[in-house]
């Protein structure tokens, strides 16, 4: 299925070939914070099956948006520095902020869904919602970069 995303975008990733270079780390970054909150989310539903959703999914996302604007921020200037492009840091920024946002609430909801629905939520929720956080991460990416490349093209 990732294949299918990426092939949606052959003529953008050809003409802009550093995008590719960056796919792994959009999607292990956007991986391992969704592998996070999978862990606490499921931890708190085990210690507190009365858990307040509301309360929990607002300091859920405080945590996401640091680390979301931090680890985009790094790799948006790791990409100026290393690519010397201003535009590729953008898109890396942007997208790695929307990406670690998109699975952080993917793999919050994933758990809970699992929970309501009587499945456990510790043996189903990581394939499924790795799965999702990747074709997610990957259409973010290559979107944003489409859209900010096309408005910068004359």
Known sequence: ??????????????????????????????????????????????????????????????????????????????AIITRQNIILGLIIFLSMFLSIMASVIIATWAPLLFKKINFDPAVATGPLATIISDLVTLSIYLGVALLLLSSTTP
């Not at 931890?43 to 009365?50: I, M, Q």
């Not at 607002?58 to 680390?67: A, D, P, S």
């Open 1 to 78: 299925m990732a294949a299918s995303v990426i092939s949606l975008f052959e003529d953008l990733l050809s003409s802009f070939i550093a995008l590719a270079s960056f796919i792994p780390v959009m999607v292990y970054m956007s991986d391992a914070a969704g592998t996070q909150s999978e862990a606490l989310i499921i931890r708190s539903l085990a210690l507190d099956p009365d858990l307040s959703f509301k309360t929990y999914l607002i300091r859920e996302f405080k945590v996401g948006i640091f680390l979301a604007l931090f680890s985009g921020g790094l790799a948006g200037i790791m």
